[in-house]
């Protein structure tokens, strides 16, 4: 198994590459007319003259470093906000949307802030935030950033201001990367197995830290470049703000395991004097998540339920649905209990809400939201309705479609509206004309020869063009260019309709997917190194169980056509033993040891990272004793020989060659 079949297990693919590994050969483009027009039109629809946002996250701000700079091994730093300077600009540029250009502008403030009395945020210097809470002798540190190299900075920030007291608890909110990846940064394993230093993390953390990206790992790392435009370089035409925060850091993604984990639905610790309040919410934003409220500063962290964006019921880059319905009543019983007694409302990304009554306030619009989107998806689906219908036609009540908070940067009502739908009924929409339609390539084959063929449906493209119709133009120009990829005129032309949609989309994620798709039209599909996000630290969390699944997925199942074997594997670090079978073509694995086995393997854990993260191999290890197989030695390498590697940078805006039919 190669390091780059487990590339973003945690992250996206794109936080090891960097904008400056493209060489783009063709410019971004000018808005058009009609972008101009759009963008104006949505500056008089939503009340900008309201700053209680930028009062928000400038209050209680303590310093910082100039671009929030963090150095790299390399020229080229870890993080920086320098590159997103043209933000300071008061006006909108009139490539970006002017609601997101507010986002954009929010996220780039950057810093150490007072919360309340001993509660200190770091905002600005990744994706995510960092929270630091000052407990009697040390100092609580709550998700430490996506990589160790942020998290270190955010720290020393800290200490620039505030004693300097030791590192004595690191709890991880919930297991997306951005929210522990950093944790060497922080802490000292060493320390950690000492027992200086205690991981708290909700119940299942380990289990759901990777198990969501490992199995389709591959594609969701190449389809997170879109999400996040990790491969655009910052600009006016390019990556603006994820929504969310402003990008991905670029550098070490560590993990340590939790020490201990909260299991109960509400649980009440005291960490080094301070009192918390810790709520699991499962299945919201993560499978695995908590809140927590802290009574003696009367702050309650939301972790990432409660967000100053509409969030992701189903995010683009793919994951599974998230329920709307749940993530709404934890945020409802969240206000019930917590509510009436908290100050100051922060998360794990954006800024804190101040004064109880603005609390209360945030979080029946944020229940709200959610709920509506559920139910009023549910109920038009009931009513017969596809998932493009109820997207196109689903509007928000107006008091939330003014609501700052609930507009979609991060998620969208349009893609979320789809999520219900997807949830609950599937891609199937029950028309059987779409129950087994032509693959993309020859629909859009036959296609283009019942318009005319690809000349006709391009004078026409153009026509449309100019009257702003990008949506359909985007979409008439990917037929021709899945019937014909080397079709430059209908490349061009769709590359030009994404971008305009680009420069009008509120959505960051939304911004970004149109103009990396913009841009592989134009230049194709980027040459870049494959990068990874694997080490020892991430596979620890990938499970013997999960391994073997992955193994199963790698099979190509034409290669294993007509073979049969079965291998016992035996863990020495773990005592335990699985039954490794191959028959029809399928992988499958069980617990246990089967007398009368082709072959088996012993070794250690440790030793099948190495293999996996290619310091060394099956072989090598054999010849150092670290690896030991009894019976038919050949069998594994004839398993090894049946797996795929996944190419990290397939093509999205074209067709990739089809499978043969198996």
């Not at 027992?195 to 790992?217: H, R, S």
Request: proline share 5%; with cysteine; glycine share 8%.
């Amino acid at each position: 198994m190669t390091p780059s079949s487990f590339s973003t297990a945690l992250v996206a693919l794109a936080c090891a590459l960097g904008a400056s590994s493209i060489s783009a050969q063709i410019a971004p483009k000018a808005p058009q007319p009609s972008t101009l027009q759009a963008n104006a039109d949505m500056a008089k629809t939503l009340p900008f003259a309201d700053r209680q946002d930028f009062e928000d996250a400038m209050r209680g701000f303590v310093g910082t470093v100039p671009d929030a700079l963090v150095p790299g091994a390399g020229a080229r730093p870890v993080w920086s906000m320098k590159p997103y300077d043209f933000l300071k600009a008061d006006a909108p540029a009139d490539t970006v949307n002017p609601s997101l250009w507010r986002q954009a502008q929010l996220n780039a403030i950057h810093g150490l802030f007072k919360v309340s009395d001993r509660v200190y945020q770091v905002r600005g210097f990744d994706i995510a935030n960092m929270t630091i809470v000052e407990g009697d002798t040390s100092l609580i540190v709550i998700d430490p950033l996506l990589a160790a190299e942020t998290a270190r900075a955010a720290l020393d920030l800290y200490y620039r201001h505030r004693p300097r007291k030791p590192v004595g608890t690191v709890i991880y909110t919930h297991g997306h990367a951005d929210h522990f990846g950093g944790v060497k940064g922080v802490i000292d394993e060493a320390d950690v197995k000492a027992g200086k230093v205690q991981v708290l993390a909700p119940a299942g953390f380990m289990e759901t830290a990777v198990a969501e990206n490992i199995l389709a790992g591959n594609a969701m790392s190449r389809r997170s470049q879109y999400q996040f435009g990790s491969l655009l370089p910052p600009g006016v035409r390019g990556q603006v703000d994820t929504g969310l925060g402003k990008a991905l850091a670029r550098g070490t993604v560590t993990l340590i395991a939790p020490t201990a984990t909260i299991d109960k639905p509400t649980e009440e610790r005291t960490i080094d004097g301070v009192q918390f309040v810790f709520r699991l919410v499962p299945g919201s934003e993560a499978p695995s998540e908590m809140l927590m409220y802290l009574p003696q500063f009367r702050v309650l962290d939301m972790a990432e339920d409660v967000t100053h964006t509409m969030h992701n019921l189903y995010t683009i880059r793919g994951a599974e649905v998230r329920d709307g319905n749940l993530w709404s009543k934890y945020i409802d019983e969240a206000r019930v209990a917590f509510g009436g007694k908290a100050e100051v409302l922060i998360a794990q990304h954006h800024w804190p809400t101040f004064g109880q009554e603005r609390i209360v306030e945030l979080l029946k619009k944020q229940r709200d939201m959610y709920k509506f989107i559920n139910d009023q998806s549910l109920r038009l689906l009931n009513q017969g309705y596809t998932a493009a219908d109820i997207a196109e036609t689903l509007r928000m009540p107006a008091s939330l479609e003014q609501e700052w908070s609930a507009r979609g940067y991060y998620g969208t009502l349009s893609h979320n509206a789809k999520a219900v739908y997807q949830k609950y009924l599937g891609w199937y929409d029950a028309n059987p004309a779409n129950l087994n339609p032509l693959p993309p390539v020859a629909f859009a084959k036959k296609t283009l020869e019942y318009m005319g063929g690809a000349d006709a449906v391009l004078a026409r493209a153009r026509e449309d063009f100019g009257k702003g119709e990008f949506r359909w133009v985007a979409s008439a120009m990917s037929q021709v260019v899945y019937a014909d990829p080397s079709n430059r005129a209908a490349r061009e032309l769709g590359a030009d309709a994404l971008e305009q949609l680009g420069y009008q989309s509120e959505a960051g994620t939304w911004r970004s997917a149109y103009l990396v798709g913009a841009m592989e039209l134009r230049n194709g599909v980027p040459k870049i190194p494959a990068g990874s996000s694997s080490n020892a630290d991430t596979l620890k969390a990938v499970s013997n169980d999960l391994f073997f699944d992955f193994l199963g997925v790698r099979l190509d199942a034409a290669k294993a056509e007509g073979k049969k074997m079965v291998i016992n594997w035996n863990f020495t670090d773990s005592n335990q033993q699985f039954v490794l079978t191959l028959e029809n073509s399928a992988l499958t694995h069980i617990a246990g040891r089967q007398p009368g086995a082709d072959a088996t393997v012993t070794l250690s854990r440790a030793t099948l990272d190495a293999v996996t993260l290619k310091e060394t191999s099956f072989s090598a290890a054999v010849l150092a004793g670290k690896v030991k197989i009894d019976g038919d030695r050949a069998k594994l390498a004839e398993l090894m020989s049946m797996l795929d590697t996944f190419e990290p940078m397939f093509p999205i805006v074209e067709p990739k060659a089809q499978p043969k039919n198996q």
